[in-house]
T-cell receptor, first 114, second 111 residues
Framework: DVKVTQSSRYLVKRTGEKVFLECVQD?????MFWYRQDPGLGLRLIYF???????EKGDIPEGYSVSREKKERFSLILESASTNQTSMYLC?????????????FGPGTRLTVL | SQKIEQNSEALNIQEGKTATLTCNYT??????LQWYRQDPGRGPVFLLL?????KEKRKERLKVTFDTTLKQSLFHITASQPADSATYLC??????????FGGGTRLMVKP
């Protein structure tokens, strides 16, 4: 059974803390994604990686960075957490076949920044 | 600017009826479109993909249509069941394996 796992389901942090969210996939997918999901705004892409050490900015990269040192692992970093980063964070992965790339999602991390 | 619209209001239907959800888009020329299901507190799950040169796709009780002239996709669930209650997301695919998601429509199927 294919799987995308995320390090935490729920996380509470304080303003200014550095936050690491980790995602691991076991499907040997080339592409990995980080989204955030907010009521009324839907899923918005933060960052995207198509290969180890490669990354592309999504629609809302400000305040975030990412790291992909191994193919199966993609980390999202909040350098200095702020209350407006309270959200549901979803990781996804897909193959790199153009036009066939359904995305497989993890269960999500609900982050609260106090 | 690019825009994807799904009905933000919940759709309530009776068990056994056909549910029809709409996805409209502007300022896009997607190569394909996908539909996902999302249950509360969980990540979306892929359901169906339809390409720009396809008019209709079926999978069991699911049917998707794609009208590139109207810039619209319709998602149908026939013989709906309470277990079909969830939020359904459409996503437009474009170059570079990227997807842009709509806000989703919540479907409630009542017994």
């Amino acid at each position: 059974d294919v799987k995308v796992t995320q390090s935490s389901r729920y996380l509470v942090k304080r303003t200014g803390e550095k936050v690491f969210l980790e995602c691991v996939q076991d499907m040997d997918h080339e592409n990995m994604f980080w989204y955030r999901q907010d009521p009324g705004l839907g899923l918005r892409l933060i960052y995207f990686s198509y290969d180890v050490k490669m990354k592309e900015k999504g629609d809302i990269p400000e305040g975030y960075s990412v790291s992909r040192e191994k193919k199966e692992r993609f980390s999202l970093i909040l350098e200095s957490a702020s209350t407006n980063q309270t959200s549901m964070y979803l990781c996804a992965s897909s193959h790199q076949r153009e036009g066939y790339n359904e995305q497989f999602f993890g269960p999500g991390t609900r982050l609260t920044v106090l | 600017s690019q825009k994807i619209e799904q009905n933000s209001e919940a759709l309530n239907i009776q068990e056994g009826k056909t549910a029809t959800l709409t996805c409209n888009y502007t300022n896009y020329s997607p190569a394909y479109l996908q539909w996902y299901r999302q249950d509360p507190g969980r990540g979306p799950v892929f359901l169906l993909l339809i390409r720009e040169n396809e008019k209709e796709k079926r999978k069991e009780r699911l049917k998707v249509t794609f009208d590139t002239t109207l810039k619209q996709s319709l998602f149908h669930i026939t013989a709906s069941q309470p277990a079909d209650s969830a939020t359904y997301l459409c996503a437009l695919g474009h170059a570079g394996n990227m997807l842009t998601f709509g806000g989703g429509t919540r479907l409630m199927v009542k017994p």
